[in-house]
């Protein structure tokens, strides 16, 4: 019990420096940006101001995410499990990064077997999207994506 209360803390402290990195790029950004408009150094053009908004997103999202580990930690994160189709999931999830896989010229492709999975919707969403999120920021361009599902058989005794 020691040992995995040690764990927890070390994960925690890990979690609360990469918090503190992920929230300082984009808060050092829009004060930048802001610091510059209110100097009058730079006008408050659309793609400055559109630039912050971005950030402030980044930030909400962040939040958003320490609100869910937080969850997750004390178990009051309650998992709303159904049945469904994986591909229609998939398929919206890739949707949402039709015009960056275009501008970068990504092939992109689902490749999904006709199955449904058993678990919580909003979840699975959540982290396919952040998974094809990674994929097409860290993808060069002319690169590819594989978007696969396979169903796996697990026996159990």
Known sequence: MAQTFGQKEKLRQRLTADVAHELRTPLTNIALH?????????EPTPERLSGCYEEIQRIS??????????????????????????????????????????????????????????ADRDRIAQAVTDLLSNAVKYTENGGKIDITADAVMRPSV
């Open 34 to 42: 802001l610091e510059m408009i209110c100097e009058g150094i730079w």
């Open 61 to 118: 999202g962040l939040v958003d995410d320490m609100e869910k580990l937080h969850r997750i930690d004390s178990d009051r994160l309650i998992l709303h499990k159904t049945v469904f189709p994986i591909r229609p999931l998939l398929e919206k999830a890739a949707a949402m990064f039709e015009r960056e896989v275009a501008d970068k010229k990504i092939a992109a492709t689902i490749n999904c077997a006709d199955i449904s999975i058993s």
